[in-house]
């Protein structure tokens, strides 16, 4: 579908410009002149270089005059000025502009027509041209013919090291968003994610202008029409609760909540691989075949077999496929209100309730939270449960104050009558090391019940420390592993526990009291009840 597009307002020269290639081009230039490899399945596998991850560390914000006060500027957004991208653009486009070919690939941000943003990718690299058109929504022939300009531009020269030399730059890897020039800059490195996130950034920064609620979470629907979204960080079980035979899938990472509904930002899904396999999950399993971009996976250089458990390039191994891939995704990728928002923690101290029902306050407060926990053993020098808090679920990726999600999120519970549960995925009897890991098939049951709508009605018990209305009855759970403390042999150990992790929850939302209401701060654990 190669359409001509001239690029010389941007300062690039190269004659050879390769728009919207079609999977099979883009495959084969990427094994005849770039050293990806063709697999048994048909997927290509490519190697992202000595970035196997995104940088979040090396993420610049230009601060602007246009952009300044809507910015929650610190760790999560680093102020840039405007000469350091104007610098860091020029290296990137005389980067570009020494290649004997570029690849274009124009797409949108979002399935909802009247709020999708016109995104062009320009990029040296056919695996990355592949990488997007997997990840954004694919425009018809006629759309491309008429696509005009872009809202943001992508100049991806992750192959050329950034200069440290340049103020706000910290080593030869530099990320740079610009909201007046609408431009999006890559300097070394090659992960294919730096793009699908600076996009989702770029929708965490519009979509809250207009009133919508951009999140960071995978949803579903019901045969009923009933939409559930479900928010996790990883190792929670956000995509394996999300895939389900009985529901439809609308995305897996990234959505908008508007007046209309829920609607997918992405075209596509970006699942891990590691320890990948048919029988645990069929649907990404089977996802994987001609036009899926696998990266940095180990292929048999005779069979052509990826082998899902060589973890020795890294335990980041992904694959990128078009969302027609799974057979219950449901196209266009849109859906109604949500009827049930379902926060995953791994809560390794093993005292959350395996379901509780929040209130909209509670809601706030558990969402700008964003809990999880790390147990011994997932990374050098962690030798006993350490909680990890990552504001909406996704702070990486947001722009705005984490207050102003959370308040979009009460707001639009409110209005459309949504109920949302926390739904501890961890261990129960204990903490790490003592207790057990909760049973899928139970957690499995809980979803069903939320689905069904049983356990909106059934009884409840409120716990002392962290407030929340815990369902102490559920089909196919059995009810003593409802109540935490019920499962735990050393009750004083409990308690301790539970003002331990109160104590971590007070103290990690210290940073956000001031953007947030007197209800929000009320919805927090009463660590007193714990002593």
């Known amino acids: 579908m190669n359409v001509p597009v001239d690029l010389s307002v941007y300062g690039i020269t190269v004659k050879k410009v390769l728009r919207n290639l079609s999977p099979a081009e883009l495959c084969e230039l990427g094994v005849e002149t770039d050293g990806e490899q063709l697999t048994s399945s048909g997927a290509i596998n490519a190697n992202s270089g000595a970035k196997k991850g995104r940088s979040p560390k090396d993420k610049r914000v230009v601060k602007e005059a246009s952009s300044d006060n809507d910015v929650w500027w610190g760790n999560v957004n680093i102020p840039f000025t405007e000469d350091s991208f104007g610098k860091n653009r020029k290296m990137a486009i005389d980067y570009l502009n020494t290649c004997d070919q570029l690849f274009v690939l124009d797409g949108y941000a979002g399935w909802e027509p009247e709020n999708q943003i016109k995104v062009r990718v320009i990029c040296s690299r056919s695996y990355h041209a592949l990488f997007m058109h997997n990840m954004l929504i694919r425009p018809t022939k006629e759309q491309l013919e008429s696509y005009g300009e872009p809202d943001y531009v992508v100049f991806n020269a992750g192959c050329t090291e950034a200069d440290p030399s340049v103020e706000g730059v910290e080593n030869t890897t530099s990320v740079a968003l610009n909201f007046a020039a609408g431009e999006f800059v890559i300097l070394g490195s090659q992960y294919a994610g730096e793009m699908k996130k600076g996009v989702f950034t770029i929708m965490n920064y519009l979509m809250p202008k207009k009133g919508i609620l951009s999140m960071h979470c995978s949803a579903n629907e019901g045969p009923k029409g009933d939409v559930s979204l479900f928010f996790g960080l990883s190792g929670t079980g956000k995509t394996t609760l999300s895939a389900d035979v009985n529901r439809a899938l609308i995305g897996d990472d990234e959505h908008c ?203 409840t018990a409120t716990d002392p420390v962290f407030g929340v209305e815990v369902p102490t009855e559920c089909a196919n759970v059995p009810s003593e592993i409802l109540v935490p403390k019920n499962t735990w042999a050393d009750k004083e150990a409990f308690e301790k526990t539970a003002g331990k992790l109160a104590s971590l929850f007070v103290t990690n939302f210290k940073k956000f009291e001031e953007g947030a209401s007197d209800e929000i701060k009320a919805a927090g654990p009463n660590v007193e009840a714990a002593v």
């Open 257 to 459: 909540w508007s007046e209309t509904g829920v609607s997918n930002i992405e075209g596509g899904c970006y699942a891990k691989t590691i320890n990948l396999s048919a029988e645990k999950e069929p649907e990404i399993y089977g996802a994987i075949k001609f036009g899926t971009v696998l990266e940095n996976v180990i292929v048999d250089p005779e069979t052509r077999e990826v082998d899902y458990d060589d973890v020795s390039l890294t335990e980041n191994t992904r694959a990128s496929y078009p969302i027609e891939h799974i057979p219950n995704a449901k196209i266009p990728c849109i859906g109604g209100h949500p009827k049930n928002i379902v926060f995953l923690t791994c809560d390794a101290f093993g005292v959350l309730p395996p379901v509780s029902k929040l209130t909209p306050e509670q809601a706030m407060y558990h969402f700008i939270s964003g809990y999880t926990a790390k147990v011994a053993g997932t990374e050098v020098g962690v030798t006993e449960p350490e909680a990890t808090f990552s504001a909406c679920f996704g702070a990486p990726f947001l722009v705005w104050h984490p207050s102003k999600y959370a308040e979009l999120l009460a707001e639009k519970m409110r209005s459309y009558g949504a109920t949302a549960w926390l739904v501890n995925t961890g261990w129960s009897g204990g903490a790490y090391g003592t207790g057990e890991r909760m049973s899928l098939k139970y957690t499995r049951a809980i979803i069903d019940a939320i689905h069904d709508g049983t356990l909106v009605d059934a009884p």
